[in-house]
C-alpha cells in the first residue's frame, strides 16, 4: 500500500464523491482526505473497515489475556479440562 498515491484535499472528495465510493470498493485502499495541506481524515470500504475492526477486537482480547497470565487469574489447560470433564459426568 503505497498512502503517498491515495492523498488528496477535501475539494477533490467533493467533486468526486461517487467515483472515489465506488474506487473504495474495487481496490480497498484508503484514501486520504487533507484541508489546507494537513492530512485530516481517512476513508476506506465498509469491508477494510470491518477487518480493521475484527483485528482490533482480536488484539483487545489477547491483550486481555496476556494481562491475566501475567496477574496470576489463569488455570492450568488441563486443570481447566479436568473440571469441565467432570461437571459434565456430574450433568448426566
Not at 472528495?13 to 481524515?41: C, F, M, S, Y
Not at 492450568?76 to 467432570?86: D, L, N, S, V
Amino acid at each position: 500500500m503505497r498512502l503517498s498515491t491515495q492523498i488528496k484535499p477535501i475539494s477533490y472528495l467533493k467533486a468526486h464523491a461517487a467515483e472515489i465510493v465506488r474506487e473504495l470498493g474495487k481496490d480497498g485502499e484508503p484514501l486520504i482526505i487533507t484541508q489546507n495541506g494537513e492530512a485530516k481524515a481517512i476513508i476506506q470500504s465498509l469491508r477494510e473497515y470491518e477487518r480493521t475492526q475484527e483485528t482490533l477486537a482480536l488484539l483487545k482480547i489477547a491483550a486481555l489475556g496476556r494481562k491475566d497470565v501475567e496477574e496470576g487469574k489463569h488455570v492450568p489447560a488441563g486443570e481447566f479440562f479436568a473440571k469441565m470433564r467432570t461437571k459434565r459426568n456430574n450433568d448426566v
